[in-house]
């Protein structure tokens, strides 16, 4: 099976700060990389699918990018709002579907 | 609206079974693959179960290979998880997700599975 791993698995950040994580899979899978934001006690929600594809609904200062094994999601003004943990996830091939440890961002 | 919303969770003993149920509505349910994911307490995400539109194809993770079953019924736009020979580590909230283009864009509430003694 495919592994994925971010990092960092967290960090501190003020509002305004450029955020940048990372997740790195243990194989080429493409473009077929999705990330998620969740907030405690919630379920996730999607950000980005297919790397680098915003979803219906996701605010425009998310935005993802990479190929092969490496991908970064990145927010260009943290906002309050971001604060939670963020998983990436990979849908190469078939299944299992394997997400990262997580990566979470937290108020400096 | 896409609505997701999961039911039959709950405390069972290990060994015991549990199925979960997802009732879906908002969209055309029998042309999505459909997703279980889980996370236990404390925990990440671990994708566990997905099913073809027509239930034609199912693929799980590998620890529950053999314990469960994924399955639906497109004429009560359900979605349902068979868990059988429960895992303490079986124990989390279990997400129905809805697929489109290779990801999770719809997740509904979740329900807890407690498995313990």
């Known amino acids: 099976d495919i592994q994925m791993t971010q990092s960092p698995p967290s960090l501190s950040a003020s509002v305004g700060d450029r955020v940048t994580i990372t997740c790195r899979a243990s194989q080429s899978i493409s473009s077929s990389l999705n990330w998620y934001q969740q907030k405690p006690g919630k379920a996730p929600k999607p950000l980005i699918y297919?790397?680098?594809s915003l979803q219906s609904g996701a605010p425009s200062r998310f935005s993802g990018s990479g190929s092969g094994t490496d991908f970064t999601l990145t927010i260009s003004s943290l906002q309050p709002e971001d604060f939670a943990t963020y998983y990436c996830?990979?849908?190469?091939?078939?299944?299992?579907?394997?997400f990262g440890q997580g990566t979470r961002v937290e108020i400096k | 609206e896409v609505q997701l919303v999961e039911s039959g969770g709950g405390l069972v003993q290990p060994g015991g079974s549990l199925r979960l149920s997802c009732a879906a509505s908002g969209f055309t349910f029998s042309t999505y693959w459909m997703s279980w994911v889980r996370q236990a307490p404390g925990k990440g995400l671990e994708w566990v179960a997905n099913i073809k539109e027509d239930g034609s194809q199912r693929y799980y993770v590998d620890s529950v290979k053999g314990r469960f079953t994924i399955s639906r019924d497109n004429a009560k736009n359900s979605l349902y998880l068979q868990m059988n020979s429960l895992r303490d580590e079986d124990t989390a909230v279990y997400y129905c997700t809805k697929e489109r283009l290779r990801s999770l864009d719809y997740w509904g509430q979740g329900t807890l599975v407690t498995v313990s003694s």
């Open positions: 996830q990979h849908t190469y091939s078939s299944p299992p579907w394997t």
């Open positions: 297919a790397a680098s």
